[in-house]
């Protein structure tokens, strides 16, 4: 009867047990479900990028040099030019304008005018002659006359003398007819008409390239009146090709002149490599895409690459650049998807054991995908990367 009744206390005690252990187990949080990294040793670099543009460093607008009728230009955007030989424009003087009733009828009365002063002039002119003839004559009667006994010296001297001043009324009447001539041929352009002007003479002002490159843009094609400094088309070198990158200001700060740059995305098989040459000392502000306003700075970039690695880009094509402002060779790294902020420092949750441990960590430089650890791991440990709410101190882990 005892053993029956030992038996029996056991079976309870065992179910009871294992009923104890299916709670334990029931109850117990399940493990969170998570992704592990480990932290390396390695090269790292920080970038600071954004998109470019590249541009030909020297661009020549070709502009009209005087007024003139330009006549159509045959040039094409890429046809070549060499510096001093290649036509690029021919001007023709301006043909004249047309006037109004107002502007007319003041051109007839220059023209009358001008007519009168014409015609004074012959007179003056007739009249200066006429007092010249008078003069010689004079001056020869009175060196015909003995000296002393008819005619004094006196009298010769002023014979001489009326001779030249008549002389110089004659030449100055000669000036003033030329110049009332020259005003009735000006009177008299300025009523002609447009139609009927006669084609222009004399040779045509050509325009030759002042540089050998290509043709960029035609931005006056058709044939035009054009006033001087008209801007024509532009010229410049494909060759001689930068880069120019708007930087966010924070940024451009970080950058120095000789840094070296990693040129993406440009639509070759490879990156290009380039140098930055010059930080603009001046910044301008931009509407992002967001609406927000921005300080940004021009950082100019020139190829390092050899010239037949780039020579299919051309002026104002698109690429995206990575200039590298720091560099080390070896450090400890972990991924900055790991760390997360604990007060004013930095945490990881390391794989310890198959549970989770916080640890603050010290971090140095840093980019997109990695950061420098600079106390707090060690090389080979395992962090958790995106570590969600479910992760704390002290979790079950199941990596993924």
Sequence with gaps: ????????????????????????????????????????????????????????RDIYVVSAPVAGTK????????????????????????????????AQGRA?????????EEKRARAALAQARADLILAQ?????????????TVSEQKRDIAQRNLDAATARRDQARAGLAMAEAGVAAARATLISPAQTPPAPGQPLEIHAPVSGKVLRVLAESAAVVAAGAPLMEVGDPHNLEIAVDLLSQDAVRVSPGDAVIIENWGGPRPLAGRV??????????ISALGVEEQRVYVVIDFTSPPEAWQTLQDAYRVEVRIIVWRAEKVLRVPVSALFRQGKGWSVFVDKGGRAQR??????????????????????????????????????LHER
């Design 71 to 102: 006549l159509r230009i045959e040039m094409d955007p890429g046809d070549p030019v060499v510096a001093g030989k290649t036509r690029l424009a021919t001007l023709l003087p301006v043909t004249a304008g047309f006037l109004d009733a107002r």
């Design 277 to 286: 040459r010059r930080i603009d000392p001046s910044g301008f502000t931009k």
């Design 108 to 116: 007839q009365a220059a023209l009358t005018q001008a007519i009168a």
């Design 359 to 396: 640890r603050a960590v010290t971090i140095g430089a840093q980019n997109a995908i990695l950061a420098e650890v600079r106390a707090g791991l060690r090389d080979g440990e395992r962090v958790i990367v995106h570590p969600g709410k479910a992760v704390h101190d002290g979790v079950r």
């Design 1 to 56: 009867m005892r053993y029956r009744v030992g038996k029996r206390a056991a079976a309870w005690a065992g179910a009871g047990l294992a009923a104890l252990v299916l709670a334990i187990y029931a109850f117990r949080s399940p493990p969170a479900d998570v992704e592990l990294a480990s932290v390396t040793s390695g090269p790292l670099e920080v970038t600071v990028g954004d998109e470019g543009r590249t541009r030909i």
């Design 137 to 149: 004559k004079e001056l020869k009667r009175s060196k015909a006359l003995p000296l002393g006994q």
